[in-house]
């Protein structure tokens, strides 16, 4: 005869953590028992694995992309398109998720959309034209979340982006701006002279 089990015995017969088990329940994919002293009680025979574990195949695919600028939105949309046309020959039921920011912004709408799915386990697969689509730095984090939760990572090219350069001097004089203005005031004689310098560097460096 089946005895309810704690929490604790329960999470272990899956291998997940007693954390999941209550979002589980919070989610309605588990209703244990309780107690009279509203202790969660586990029927042993009612833990199937399968019922509760979902593989990239049964979440959907999000295909990623982000531009800096509203002058590359051109960009915006050839990267849509290559996203588009790869999940469709893959045979993937996907969504395109887009965001127009610089890759030091961790703030941006659709990167937050996207966090809050992988993190809710809707998330299979997340597509990606380049790695720095998502974020110039950072990015090794979210693909750490992105292993824990079982998300596969495709990153269609490997090679150097086409714009990486505008964007990387765009995101170089977003850091020396910030530091700048925290260092002399935003105002400051310093700071203006600090940033004017830094823009004529970079143009330079783009002509040359």
């Known amino acids: 005869m ?16 007693a954390s999941t088990l209550r979002r589980w329940e919070r989610s309605g994919k588990l209703k244990p028992a ?5 202790q969660r009680r586990y029927n042993l025979a009612e833990l199937q694995p399968r019922r509760f574990f979902v593989t990239p195949e049964t979440r959907k695919s999000i ?4 531009v800096s600028s509203h002058d590359q939105k051109a960009d915006l949309e050839r990267q849509k398109q290559v996203l588009e046309l790869y999940c469709a020959s893959q045979g993937w039921t996907f969504e395109v998720i887009a965001d127009l920011g610089s890759g030091m912004n961790y703030q ?13 386990d809707k998330v299979g697969r997340l597509v990606l034209t380049h790695k720095d689509r998502l974020l110039r730095f ?23 982006d086409t714009s990486f350069e505008q964007e990387l001097a765009g995101d170089v004089l977003e850091i020396i701006t910030v530091f700048s203005a925290r ?15 830094v823009r004529s560097a970079l143009k330079e460096a783009q002509c040359s």
């Open 34 to 38: 309780r107690t009279e002293g509203g």
């Open 138 to 160: 950072g990015a090794e984090l979210v693909f750490a979340i992105c292993q824990a939760k079982n998300v596969e990572v495709v990153i269609i090219n490997h090679g150097e």
């Open 108 to 120: 941006k709408k659709g990167l937050k959309k996207l966090l809050d799915d992988i993190l809710a």
């Open 2 to 17: 089946n005895q309810p089990i704690p929490i604790s015995a329960a999470a272990k017969a899956l291998g997940v953590s």
């Open 63 to 66: 295909a990623y992309a982000r």
């Open 183 to 197: 260092l002399y005031g935003i105002r400051s004689h310093k700071n203006q002279k600090l940033i004017a310098g």
